[in-house]
């Protein structure tokens, strides 16, 4: 796709969020088509399937967003000249085309596309099924706004594709693709990176943990805790175990009081068989791959560790590698334990749910990554960019 003005490009973001404004009772009512047909037997994706009046407005605040940020492409990194005169400038560029698959959540064909489109790159959107109605009118309103603009509605495309057919077009794919954003559950994941031939972006899944320390502050903690597991169960950054330290003052009691808590706002409690012994009355897990399991829903895993350094080695052996707090009033023992998890986002006294490029700054997101490599966390619009080298000569060789 041809390099485009920055102009231009803000004047397709300014047409897209006159065109969904404008379009709210035929978007709502596309939305009610696929939640009608949804059976509800995964409540986590039916309420990332949800589309009304408030997420329309996150829609167009996203692109509002994105629009008034500064053009990532051709950003110089560095401009350096050597001895023999070449001259070498390093400038962000655009991948090209990504690919992103994503289940439910009918705002990712909006922040996908709208930061893909930003970076210059065009964008290939494979949605579930479950959410068909819903991508089919938003991405009609992003080829209105396109056309609006005289340019091609190639640059976002929604693919219509079966999960065999889905296979066949990651193995041979009929079109150039540079890069695939895989943004959903383990499943999803693995299958994508079974069959990709091209760079695969791991979006990862959450398994979020908690652990708290003697040194906590335990109003604080019950805060934290409360707003990371409640706020949003269906989020990849909300709380899934909380591991607590046994030398904590009172532990038993506060054991005790966080059941009584937890419970109190419906959330379901199964535990360790440490933690058992005071909360005799809750089911045991039956394994350690339990540690493993991210819940998106009202459950939550409680265990007892007799040290720091085993709450880091359980994590790290576990967690989705996402989101991880550490509730502590010793800033020392906060930045030990922070940079020995392995996880995108490490939180002293925080909720794990600010993992996220709106709440982190970053603006409208593609998805959290869990990778290392090219960028770790929030995929906003300085990520959607690789770079290039520009080498300027007089005929020098080597």
């Known amino acids: 796709m041809k390099f485009l003005k920055s102009d231009k490009k803000n004047q397709v973001l300014q047409s897209m969020m006159d065109i969904i404004d404008s379009k709210r009772s035929e978007i709502l009512a596309e939305n009610k088509k696929d939640l009608d047909a949804f059976e509800r037997d995964d409540q986590a994706l039916y309420d990332r399937l949800v589309v009304n009046d408030e997420k329309i407005d996150g829609m167009i605040q996203a692109i509002k967003e994105v629009k008034g940020q500064e053009d990532p492409v051709g950003r110089k990194i560095s401009d350096i000249k050597l001895k023999n005169g070449l001259e070498i400038i390093n400038k962000t560029d655009p991948f090209g085309t990504i690919m992103i698959i994503y289940e439910s959540r009918p705002d990712v064909t909006i922040e996908a596309a709208v930061l893909a489109f930003k970076a210059n790159n065009k964008i290939l959107l494979k949605g579930g099924r479950e959410a068909y109605n819903s991508n089919k009118v938003l991405v009609k309103c992003w080829h209105e706004a396109l056309a609006e603009n005289n340019l091609d509605e190639n640059w976002i495309k929604m693919l219509e594709m079966n999960r065999d ?50 040194q906590a502050d335990w109003d604080k903690t019950m805060k934290v805790l ?16 909380v591991l ?11 054991l005790k009081d966080l059941e009584k808590t937890l419970e109190k706002e419906g959330v379901e409690i199964i535990v360790d068989e440490a933690t058992q012994k005071v909360l005799t009355g809750k089911n045991k897990i039956e394994s350690k791959d339990v540690w493993k399991e991210e819940f998106l829903a009202m459950k939550i895993l409680i265990g007892t560790v007799d040290s720091m350094d085993n709450a880091i080695q359980l994590i790290n052996e576990n967690s989705g590698k996402h989101s ?4 502590t009033e010793d800033r ?3 930045m030990t334990f922070m940079e020995q998890i ?18 982190m700054g970053v603006g409208a997101e593609l998805a959290i990554s869990t990778d290392k490599l090219h960028h770790r966390g929030p995929l906003g619009l300085k990520q959607l960019t690789t770079n290039k080298y520009y080498v300027f000569g007089d005929g020098q060789i080597r």
């Open 165 to 214: 057919e889905t296979q066949e077009f990651l193995r041979n794919p009929t079109e150039k693709l540079d890069l695939i954003v895989p943004r959903g559950g383990e499943r999803l994941i693995d299958f994508v990176k079974q069959h990709a031939k091209c760079a695969v972006l791991i979006s990862g899944r959450g398994n979020n943990f908690m652990y708290v320390s003697p």
């Open 332 to 334: 020392n023992e906060a």
């Open 226 to 241: 409360l707003n990371a597991k409640t706020d949003k169960t269906s989020a990849c950054n909300a709380l899934d175990n």
């Open 244 to 254: 607590i330290d046994k030398n904590i003052p009172s532990y038993d009691a506060k």
């Open 342 to 359: 392995d996880s995108a986002a490490v939180y002293q006294n925080a909720s794990s749910r600010f993992t996220d490029g709106g709440a």
């Open 324 to 327: 991880c707090i550490i509730m």
